[in-house]
């Protein structure tokens, strides 16, 4: 179960794009019921039901899901290993400069 769906947060976000909440239980493909039991946490959400609510408001899908009270998936291994090397990369750098 949610720890805390922040749905003034969605509200907002909705407001701002002039959307409903009913366009939001429509785009991640639940009943406007349903929808209200999340925004109440008495409803569980998917990750792909968040990412839904990302997508149509613009927002990452770990930001969605922060403020729906849940924690977004753990990074694959191969975005593990892409911000590895560019981290890889910034020190590579730096020692470079610094040998100069």
């Keep these: 179960m949610a720890l805390f769906f922040d749905a003034a ?3 907002d976000r909705l407001a701002e794009r002039g959307l409903t909440r009913a366009v939001l239980a429509a785009a991640a493909g639940l009943t406007a019921a ?3 039991l999340a925004f109440k946490d008495q409803r ?3 990750m792909r039901e968040v990412a839904a ?3 149509l408001l613009g927002v990452s899908p770990a930001e969605a899901a922060a403020r729906a009270g849940m924690r977004p998936p ?3 291994d191969s975005q593990r290993i892409a911000a590895l ?3 890889v990369a910034v020190l590579e750098a730096e020692l470079a ?3 100069r």
Excluded: G, I, M
Aim: glycine fraction near 0%; avoid cysteine; aromatic fraction near 14%.
């Design 74 to 76: 753990p990074p694959s």
């Design 85 to 87: 090397e560019a981290r």
């Design 34 to 36: 349903d929808l209200a």
């Design 9 to 11: 947060w969605y509200d």
């Design 53 to 55: 609510f990302a997508e």
């Design 44 to 46: 569980e959400l998917s």
């Design 97 to 99: 400069r610094l040998k």
